[in-house]
């Protein structure tokens, strides 16, 4: 055999003991040579994918071709392998490469000088090759790198690699973003043995629009890397982000000076903490100017980020710092503390911050929007964090959500595991000032469950209604209530960001007073009087000359005060009986209502008050609060209501009277006979006093007026019932006394 063809083999190599790994692509790979022989020269020539050389968790080249052209001189008898300097190509960059191999000793050697930096960035990343952007412009790289391995030994390959860069620039031309004056030293080594891994980029220096920028940053512990260094200048952040691509960040624009020392330690992904880095050192400053971050994925855009952070290892402070997102903004002043140890998974971030805000849009903080997540099923995730126990100071000029606008916000917001406790806060919606308290607790994921207690006064209910679209019903309306509300509410509500308000799980009791109200043209009052024109009863007993009068009075009726407690639980709200009391109609009224637009209404009128005008060529007809009471019940499916008289409602009064008047007839045996002294719950009788009439006469030019004469009345006979009654009482009296 003679030559020897491979294509498409896939290679790789892995040491576990080092935590090492090798991958290759061998596409098209030629070799010929006199393989039987004891001594011969081998020619190969191969080109490949490098798809992997990691250390640890560090990948120094990912997905890079590579093509060779080589000797190798080859002695079976001494076991040896020589390869003469030859060219090599990775990356499309030219390298020399060398190496013998002994039975004792390995040792390979790549270099390069004077490769151009501009073709240096455009192919070399480790990164993925979709985020390499096309630089122009100048400056050299010297490259020289080293294996060496004692073969008689079990201790890993020593590699030694230096780099540096001198006279840089680059020019990026889609956004013509230049870096000039680029320098830096850069190292790796691994001559220590494993875990003694470095890498090392020194001294590095650069000036870009927004100044020049000095550092240093070293690399190791490679299977948990240990990321040590120092940061002074200013950094354009769009060109960081070229040359250094954040996978998760889709771009990034802005100044940020930075003044700082660190170091941070990478650690396994934990889900219970949410991190996977423990940050050892952090000191120093960074002041942002006009900034903007956009996450992979992500809909949200922050922009006009602008403020100074401090940073001082365990504590960290924020002055100034704004932030928009959308239509919303914030600025933050305050302290966080316990950083590192947050970080570390070792107590919680306390927070001690004032946020103030002219706009904040709900919307705008999530992701992606609402219809979006339903559609695609997107994964849950916890909104409020865990590990943080904030403080907040809250002046928020707008809050909106879903339509609804809350404005001139203050309060103090407490900020515990998954939970947030809104103190003393206030605010204005519907034109009213609230004030309470609110708790919101996520449960689980996005779903959470709020507790709320707000009181408010001088609410114009038309505003409230149209602000709150008629809370989803379509009985009473912005267009048929007016008036002036009073409202205290106790409110349990559980809440999914995604499907909003679960109603059937709702609680609450809600105390309502309203104040020169008007309720006008309401849609259930107008189905009334359809129902009374259809129904030969009702024309019976109300008068169908009286039904066109009541109409009108129900399509007008202003009262001075209704007061009334609401109840909502299991998707049912209750509205207890509640007297409206106008000048034009008395209506008692009643009912329950379902989420579904199930209802069950009664109503009842007095008969007098249906009819026409009670003004008479006398003066006004005075009322008694005599005569016969018609019950009315509305019920069913809200879209088409049914109506019947309601027998139930009538007895229940009937009984109601028959016992007020018995309660009447023992308060007046004993006010007149003196019967029951020994029953408190019979109060003494007190006549109403009605207004008597005044009747005017003339006698010719002269008007004259006088009281009418009260006639003598005649003894009454006595009633021989009510003297025994009596008569018994005072015998038992007596009695009593005798005793």
């Known amino acids: 055999m003679q030559k020897l063809y491979i294509n498409n083999l896939r290679f790789s190599y892995d040491d576990k003991v080092i935590n090492q790994r090798y991958a290759t692509d061998l596409l098209t790979t030629e070799l010929e040579g006199k393989f039987t022989e004891k001594v011969f020269t081998m020619h190969a020539v191969s080109s ?141 080594s691994s001559k220590n043995g494993a875990g003694n891994e470095y890498l090392s980029l020194e001294d590095i220096r650069f000036t870009n629009t927004t100044g020049p920028f000095s550092g240093n940053i070293r690399i190791s512990e490679f299977n948990a890397p240990l990321f040590q260094g120092n940061a002074n200048g200013n950094i354009d952040l769009a060109i960081a982000h070229s040359l250094f691509h954040i996978p998760m960040v889709e771009k990034m624009n802005g100044n940020m000076n930075i003044n700082a020392d660190f170091i941070v330690k990478m650690l396994e992904a934990d889900e219970e903490i949410g991190t996977n880095f423990n940050i050892i050192k952090s000191e120093g400053a960074v002041e942002l100017t006009n900034c903007s971050v956009q996450l992979k994925d992500d809909q949200r855009n922050f922009h006009s980020i602008n403020g100074k952070i401090t940073l001082n290892n365990n504590d960290v402070n924020v002055a100034g710092l704004g932030v928009q997102l959308q239509s919303s903004d914030l600025l933050l002043n305050g302290t ?38 339903i559609q695609t099923q997107a994964p849950r995730s916890y909104m409020l964090p865990q590990q943080i126990d904030g403080k907040l100071a809250l002046s928020i000029g ?31 919606t519907s034109g009213a000032a609230v004030n309470g308290s609110i708790l919101i607790r996520e449960q689980s994921e996005e779903f959470f469950q709020t507790s709320s207690t707000l009181s408010t006064a001088n609410v114009q209910l038309k505003q409230l209604m149209k602000d709150w679209n008629n809370f989803n019903q ?17 409110l349990d509500a559980p809440f999914d960001l995604r499907t909003g308000i679960q109603m059937k799980n709702v609680k609450s009791n809600i105390y309502l007073k309203i104040e020169n109200g008007q309720l006008k043209n309401v849609g259930a009052f107008k189905d009334i009087i359809q129902s009374a024109n259809n129904s030969s009863s009702a024309k019976l007993v109300i008068g169908a000359n009286n039904i066109k009068t009541f109409g009108e ?54 008969l007098r ?24 019940r509305m019920y069913g499916d809200l879209s088409n209501p049914q109506f019947s008289w309601d027998k139930e409602a009538k007895a229940e009064a009937r009984k109601e009277y028959n016992e007020q008047e018995k309660q009447t007839l023992k308060s007046m045996l004993k006010s007149e006979f003196g019967m029951f002294k020994k029953d408190s719950t019979v109060q003494k009788y007190q006549e109403q006093k009605k207004p008597k009439e005044v009747i005017e006469v003339q006698y010719g030019n002269d008007a004259k007026s006088e009281e009418p004469k009260e006639t003598p009345q005649k003894e009454p006979k ?15 009296k007596v009695e009593v006394e005798c005793e």
Do not use: W
């Open 609 to 632: 008050d249906l009819k026409a005008a009670k003004d008479t060529e006398f003066g006004e007809v005075v009322d008694d609060k005599t005569g016969l009471i018609v019950y009315l």
């Open 398 to 428: 707008q809050l909106s959500y879903d339509h609804h606008h809350f404005e001139k916000i203050n309060g103090n917001l407490s900020l515990t595991e998954h939970t947030l406790r809104f103190e003393g806060i206030n605010f204005v």
């Open 336 to 373: 966080f503390t316990n950083l590192i140890g947050y970080f570390r998974g070792d107590g919680l971030l306390q927070a001690t911050m004032d946020v103030r805000s002219n706009k904040i849009v709900v919307e705008d903080l999530a992701t992606t929007s609402k219809e979006e997540q």
């Open 553 to 606: 009075k129900l399509s007008d009726l202003r009262f001075e005060t209704l007061e009334n407690q609401i109840t909502i639980q299991n998707g049912v709200i209750t509205v207890p009986e509640m007297k409206i009391q106008s000048s034009a109609l008395n209506i008692v009224a009643s009912g329950t209502h379902t989420i579904e637009q199930k209802i069950d209404y009664r109503f009842a009128f007095r």
């Open 718 to 732: 006595k009633n021989k019932f009510l003297d025994k009654l009596k008569n018994g009482e005072e015998k038992k």
């Open 48 to 188: 490949q994918i490098v798809r992997e050389t990691r250390s640890g968790q560090i990948n120094f080249v990912s997905n890079k071709k590579a093509k060779i052209n080589i000797n190798i001189e080859i002695n079976r008898e001494k076991g040896t392998i020589i390869i003469p300097k030859t060219n090599v190509y990775l990356a499309n960059l030219p390298f020399q490469f060398s190496g013998n191999v002994n039975p004792s000793t390995m040792k390979f050697t790549i270099e390069s000088n004077n490769l151009a930096l501009v073709d240096v960035v455009n192919n070399i990343s480790l990164q993925e090759i979709d985020y390499i952007k096309k630089y122009s412009g100048s400056g050299n790289v010297d490259f020289s790198l080293v294996v060496d391995e004692n073969r008689l030994d079990e201790i890993a390959p020593s590699i030694d690699c230096k780099f540096n860069v001198s006279n840089g620039k680059l020019i990026e031309p889609t956004q013509n973003i230049q870096v000039n004056n680029l320098s830096l030293k850069g190292e790796f």
């Open 474 to 490: 379509q009985v009473i309306t912005a267009d048929n209530i007016f008036g002036k509300a009073t409202a205290q509410l106790q």
